[in-house]
């Protein structure tokens, strides 16, 4: 668990972090990747796989890794961390515009984008935290949480007093696009094939069923309705009662344990950062 010691220099309680880099929070992932993608810039901009290294369909462990560093470094990592992997990114990003003909115009670099995925990281942690555990996080560590969770956007493009004011408008702005959001065809093709796994080997793959599961556990009923994922009331409850039960176990489960993959990745960027190894 050393590699997850909170060197950010933050005040976030060491049993909040816990559960925030630990691997079940990743429940939450599915359905994480279909918010951030409603935003039809997002979806688009993802969808084209404009840098074929950074391709979820070719390259799934490496794009996967990405993400997981950038989240465990915006949470525990030091300000030198941030600024290396946000440097790294943005390279990356500069790839990533639409042609003059594109059907929606994106880039990467766009603030306002950039803005929409962090929002979209913080609220999908607090939603996954509630599903997993009976007892609510105080609103003080969440007051506190939340401050620290503008570096999810700060790191890369996104100006500090452009992060909502508080909690209650980052929810409101996370769930009024929500409630707006559609999927065009483009964007719901390549959902479906990120729930289905489809990138993945084929035993990976075989967690098909639970994937859609656990991303309709935490989408709005419109957005089920585009990917076409159905969920009863007495499935979700089944579900809840069954994330709980785990969550509990995984508890007790040995620190190092819990925090994958977390603990790798974040291990790998750092002796990437000690060698001057290329971080993505």
Known sequence: MRALRDQSGS??????????????VLVGAGANVVWQLSRPAVGHAVAAESV???????????????????????????????????????????????????PVPYDALDA????????????????????????????????????????????????????????????????????????????RDYLREVLDLAAFPWPLRLFAPLSRALAALFLPPALREDLDLHLSAAGERRLRRCLRRVARAHRHLPPL???????????????RLRRGRPLL
């Open 11 to 24: 005040s976030l309680p060491p049993a909040l972090v816990g559960d925030l880099l630990s691997g079940l």
């Open 52 to 102: 074929p290294e950074g391709s979820l369909r070719r390259h799934p462990g490496r794009r996967t890794r990405t993400t997981l560093a950038y989240l465990a470094v915006c949470l525990v990592g030091t300000d030198a961390e941030c600024r290396a992997l946000g440097r790294a990114i943005t390279a990356e990003h500069r790839r990533v515009r639409s042609g003059p003909d594109a």
């Open 112 to 187: 306002d984008l950039q803005l929409w995925v962090a929002a979209c990281l913080h609220q999908g942690a607090v939603d996954v935290l509630a599903v997993l555990y009976p007892d609510p996080v105080p609103d003080a560590d969440l007051d506190a949480l939340y401050r620290h969770s503008a570096r999810l956007a700060t790191t890369l493009q996104v100006p500090a007093a452009a992060w909502p004011a508080d909690r209650a408008a980052l929810e409101r702005y996370v769930r009024g696009g929500l409630d707006a959001a559609r999927l065009d065809p483009v964007t």
């Open 257 to 271: 344990v819990r925090a994958l993959p977390f603990s790798w990745v974040l291990a790998d960027l750092r002796r």
